[in-house]
């Protein structure tokens, strides 16, 4: 049994891990922030191509699951890119009441809650601060 728990642990992680790890190919992030209007795109746009900027989003997005609730419109979305290939976009809601990274991944749909660091991360980028 407790060689069974062990097993259990390392499928777990290993498929977490295989996520962060297709972000973490990436050689290119694109973040989206949605205008004032709902949907509007164009508010503010960040690329970067960064790897360390890349990895720690990476790591937020990779963070602890949970079911989002009384969310209206994404706030925007994350596209991360390898070359011209766009490998994954995730969907993030920064209201105050509705922190989450939303992602489609193993034919699921995935819901991250959006830590306190990750929501600093991503309201200093949207406000233009320099934060790597």
Known sequence: MYRSFIALIF???????????NLQDADKLTITFFGEAV?????????????DAIQRLANFIDGK?????NCRQPSGFLQFSKGSTNIQRVDFYLDENCRFFVFPYDNKIQERI?????VDFM????TGAPVY
């Open 39 to 51: 949907g509007q795109e164009g508010s503010r746009v960040v690329e970067t191509e960064n790897s």
């Open 65 to 69: 699951t949970g079911a989002v609730k």
């Open 114 to 118: 959006m830590s306190h660091e990750a």
């Open 11 to 21: 499928f777990c992680v290993s498929c977490t891990s295989s996520f962060k790890s």
């Open 123 to 126: 309201n200093a980028l949207k």
